[in-house]
Nanobody
Framework: QVQLVESGGGLVQPGGSLRLSCAAS????????MGWYRQAPGKQRELVAS???????NYADSVKGRFTASRDNAKNTVYLQMNSLKPEDTAVYYC?????????????????WGQGTQVTVSS
């Protein structure tokens, strides 16, 4: 089973950028769809972006045009480039790994989660 470790969070000013990384252990990384989720205090966890093994991507409307998900299957790593950050992007960001054929709800329920990394956007 894959294990995930996120990195790259931190404090950034509004309008700034951060790149999150999620490194996966285990084999057959390309067979997993990877999702980036976030959870702000008092709010439910929400899907921010996802990228399939074939590199097809989907984004939440709130981050379209600002965030970009990518993956390097040779390095077993997925990235989330976040530009033009806003205070409302403040949250703990989690990556999730699930087989490509899982639905979003199955990925949430049965996928593997990383430990999360804090992103704070504030002046």
């Amino acid at each position: 089973q894959v294990q995930l470790v996120e990195s790259g969070g931190g404090l950034v000013q509004p309008g700034g950028s951060l790149r999150l990384s999620c490194a996966a252990s285990g084999s057959a990384f390309r067979l997993y769809a990877m999702g980036w989720y976030r959870q702000a205090p008092g709010k439910q966890r929400e899907l921010v972006a996802s990228i399939s093994g074939g590199r097809s991507t989907n984004y939440a409307d709130s981050v379209k045009g600002r965030f970009t998900a990518s993956r390097d299957n040779a390095k077993n790593t997925v990235y989330l480039q976040m530009n033009s950050l806003k205070p409302e992007d403040t949250a703990v960001y989690y990556c999730n790994a699930a087989p490509n054929y899982y639905s979003d709800s199955e990925a949430v329920a049965f996928g593997t989660w990383g430990q999360g990394t804090q992103v704070t956007v504030s002046s």
